[in-house]
């Protein structure tokens, strides 16, 4: 059988030992992306069970974490023994690309560099036999490094004949599962053991529900079954708990924005492209949760990259207006493919038009966070005028403001009034314009009390006898002080304060001579 | 529960299996919650699938077989999640009696004690001793005793193990002696303390 690989006869090698060095240590830097590898494998063998016509229920996949291994278990299709034959074969993949969320068959072997040993244990439908893959990772590792350090070298496919082992038993015959347990798992991995990274990582990265708290939930839903050619969902557990699609809050209800391949006049015509939802803050501005706020592409409802990859690629300029918003844009392109690593998509023609195509998402959303933005502005400027007007009153009523200040305060009201005048048609509601116009009025009148204050203290200017009488610094803040006080108690009778101030002047022209 | 599917079963076990069933449920009313089980499901876990729809918790001990230990425990797993429990699952690798003497198993999982029901399946006997006075199982067993009495609940606790003409007087000697024990943990409001023993003869 030509798939039916087998290591004894291969009389050639072309490949390795060193290659499993390579891909186990180099391609997975984050380590919870094994566990979204063997998720994508369990994900793929339960959407090949839905089409099965023995299919009886949707499928689940349920982690179980101990205090030492991770336990990954779907009961999709299952393997029969010559499928768990080809499990050890490095890059050996019978999926086809855009059909599965895997295809290169390596991710099946990505457990190699967490755990000690790798045991799958997989029973097909209608097969009355289970078979184990039993792969001594340690052993193979610690090969390899010690052949390093001597120089040498190992045919890959001896490598891999010594350090694994299949095991067949008896099982019923309509049981279907895969069980991969990645057993001892290695300090530097240990953070996959934490359930709840496990479980946020699940919840970010994997196909999975939205949260039943999130409001649209449903509706967003409903609407990406309508517009992306096979979008699925799969139960996950970890332990107990459901794993959920997280949200943020508070959110205003979805918008839709679609891109087709090419330009058409009829949408039949024409492929999708790729398709995005996404919900603005309810309460202006950006949302304060910046790590899950933006956009994050989605590939057969995996997520692709992180929220930086959209904010790079879709945005032209001012990507941080991305944290105004929440949501995904799903790829529905086949010829889009992800990387390895899935940090991002394969560069090909197919992904430039993505890109390319795509920065009409990062300026419909800059241009809806730029209005947004300008509103969220005017009515944070408005409180300010408000409070400034408010207190500015109280303190002229309660005769807090000195002379020194009242240049000061006409000067802020001024530039108040004019940032007003400026603003008022970027406030997002009438009732805010109103009000807007009313504080105006309030400022110009305030502006006109001062006005007419001052302008009275300069009609009643007196003369200043400091300089006549040589007063010292002291002597003439006092001084000073006096008059001051004098013109405010005698703000409404002019005429008093100025015999006064003259009383004053030739008291002290006898007494300091 | 559906006993013909557990064709798996040889039919004393069943018997066993059945009447501990109902001490178990008697245990499960007068209590109005599920039982915590503790014990040594083996990898086909045929205790626990019958006793399943009565259990809020399973702490299952698997040692496997020296060398290849991981395998035992991966089916015991496996077995887990092909009925449905793996959630309740809580698997302590590593020999009973060392855990229970120690508190953990070999990789720090701590037991969580009280348990309502403890079984021990043991595919030994009893009395293997290590010195000349010393046996580790016995110190186990009294260990979990020790362990259970603290917080001052009934629970169940049933013993199976294999039994050898040869160790007759010893047997009943460890029997008198521990049916003494039990009445000693009564006095300690330890109120209900069953003791199934099945003897099956080696071939």
């Known amino acids: ?513 | 529960m559906e006993v013909d599917k557990i064709g798996f079963f040889t039919k004393n076990k069943q018997k066993v299996r059945e009447m501990n069933l109902l001490l178990i449920k008697d245990f499960y009313n007068e209590s109005g919650s599920k039982l915590k089980y503790f014990g040594l499901p083996s990898e086909e876990m045929q205790d626990i699938y019958f006793w399943k729809d009565y259990l809020s918790s399973i702490g299952a001990v698997e040692r496997g077989t020296r060398g290849q230990e991981f395998i035992k425990q991966h089916d015991l797993v496996l077995t887990s999640f092909l009925l449905g429990i793996s959630d309740k699952l809580e698997l302590y690798r590593g020999d009973m009696d060392d855990i229970l003497i120690y508190g953990k198993d070999y990789f720090g999982n701590k037991i969580d004690y009280p348990y309502q029901l403890v079984n021990m399946d043991y595919t030994g006997g009893l009395f293997y001793k290590e010195d000349k006075d010393k046996s580790k199982r016995i110190d186990s067993i009294k260990s979990l005793l020790r362990n259970q009495a603290k917080f001052r609940q009934d629970f169940i606790l049933l013993i199976t193990c294999n039994f050898d003409n040869d160790f007759d007087a010893e047997y009943k000697n460890f029997i008198e002696k521990f049916i003494l024990k039990s009445e000693d943990q009564k006095k300690e409001s330890l109120s209900r303390l069953t003791i199934e023993i099945l003897i099956k003869r080696l071939s």
């Open chain 1, 1 to 513: 059988m030509e798939n039916d690989l087998n290591l004894e006869l291969s009389k050639e090698e072309f490949s390795y030992g060193f290659i499993i060095e390579v891909l186990t240590r180099g391609l997975y830097p984050d380590k919870f992306h094994v566990i979204r590898e063997y998720i994508q494998n369990s994900f793929d063998a339960i959407c090949k069970w839905r089409r099965d016509p023995h299919f009886d229920d949707q499928g689940s996949i349920s982690i179980k974490v101990t205090n030492n291994s991770i336990l990954i278990f779907d009961n999709g299709t299952g393997m029969d023994k010559q499928k768990i034959n080809q499990y050890r074969y490095v890059g050996y993949s019978e999926k086809r690309v855009g059909e599965s969320t895997g295809f290169r068959g390596i991710g099946k072997l990505s457990g190699i560099s967490v755990a000690e040993k790798l045991i799958v244990t997989s029973s097909a439908y209608g097969v009355k036999e289970k078979n184990r893959l039993i792969f001594d990772t340690q052993g193979m590792i610690l090969e390899i490094l010690d052949l390093k350090s001597r120089g040498e070298n190992i045919a890959l496919n001896e490598l891999i004949r010594n350090y694994t082992d299949i095991q067949t038993s008896p099982e019923e015959e309509e049981k279907h599962y895969t069980l991969v347990e990645l057993n001892n798992i290695r300090p530097d991995s240990r953070i996959l053991l934490d359930e709840d990274a496990l479980i946020n990582f699940i919840g970010m990265n994997c196909p999975v529900d939205f949260d039943p708290g999130f409001e649209f939930g449903e509706e967003i839903t409903n609407k990406i079954k309508e517009m992306v050619d096979d979008y699925e969902t799969v139960i996950i557990k970890v332990g107990e708990r459901q794993v959920y699609k997280p949200y943020i809050t508070p959110c205003k209800r979805p918008e839709y924005y679609t891109i087709w391949k090419e330009e058409s006049e009829e949408e039949e015509d024409s492929e999708l492209l790729c398709f995005s939802w996404y919900c603005k803050n309810k309460e202006k501005g950006q949302f304060e949760d910046k790590e899950r706020s933006g956009l994050l592409f989605r590939s057969k409802n995996f997520t692709i990259g992180d929220r930086f990859l959209t904010r790079e690629k879709l945005w032209a300029a001012t990507p941080e207006r991305a944290f105004y918003f929440y949501g995904e844009v799903y790829v529905n392109d086949k010829e889009v493919t992800p990387t390895s690593e899935r940090n991002n998509f394969v560069q090909n023609t197919a992904r430039d038009n993505l890109y390319k195509k795509g920065k009409e998402i990062g300026k419909t959303l800059s241009k809806i966070a730029g209005v947004d933005s300008e509103q969220s502005r005017a009515v944070q400027k408005l409180k300010e005028f408000e409070e400034t007007i408010k207190n500015t009153s109280e303190e002229y009523e309660e005769g807090k403001i000195s002379k020194e200040l009242e240049v000061q305060k006409i000067i802020s009201l001024y530039n108040l009034l004019d940032d007003s005048k400026k603003r008022i048609n970027k406030l997002p509601t009438e009732l805010d314009k109103q009000k807007s116009r009313r504080l105006m009025q309030k400022a110009q009148n305030l502006i006109d009390t001062f006005k007419k204050i001052k302008e009275k203290n300069v009609e009643s200017k007196f003369y200043d006898i400091t300089a006549e009488l040589g007063f010292d610094d002291s002597c003439k803040k006092l001084y000073d002080f006096i008059i001051a006080s004098l013109q405010d108690t005698l703000v409404d009778k002019e005429e008093i304060c100025e015999e006064v101030i003259k009383k004053i002047h030739s008291l002290l022209r006898e007494q300091w001579k």
